[in-house]
Structures are given as C-alpha cells and as structure tokens.
C-alpha cells in the first residue's frame, strides 16, 4: 500500500504540471530530504509504474555552499531550479517557525 502524502498538489510554478508531493519522514532527528523529479516527457502513466514500484531518483543536498547535486544531461532548460528553490525557501521558513 502506498503510503499518503503530506502535502499534494502544491503549485509551485506558472505550468499546471508545476505541483509538488511530498512524504515527511518520521524522525525526531533531521532526516535527508530526497527529492523525485519526473521529466515531463515521462508520461504520466510510465510516472504512476515507477512510483507504485517504489523506484526513486534521489537529489543529495549537502550542508555546504552549492547546497544540491543535481545531474542531467546538459541539454534541458528550466524547471529544476525552480523546484529546489521552491522546496528550499518553504523548508527554511518552517525551519524559523
């Protein structure tokens, strides 16, 4: 069964495939922050295979200036930027809360 959750659908772009879910890990302690991020080309059908298979492609964030690791090929333009930034900026807020 595949788990709910915590938040589901939050726009974080102009484009309505711009939307965010995220699983909160259930610790005391911090806990990495992996990120899945699916290329549109995908489909939405070959995204909801991996997804229920469990398959992930995890972004590592480093606590050092440079903060994220991110490789791609070179050759795509926009939208991964935007999604750590997003992601980022919400976690830094809630960090100050």
Sequence with gaps: MKPKPDLQNLQYGLHER???VLWMAESDEPTPLGLIVHHPKFGIALKERLDALG???????LDQ????????DG?????LVSEFDFVRKHFE???EE
């Design 93 to 95: 807020r809630a960090k």
């Design 65 to 72: 200036p440079g903060g994220l690791v991110v490789r791609h």
């Design 18 to 20: 711009n939307v965010l």
């Design 55 to 61: 398959i992930e492609c995890v972004v590592q964030y």
């Design 75 to 79: 050759q795509s333009e926009g939208g």
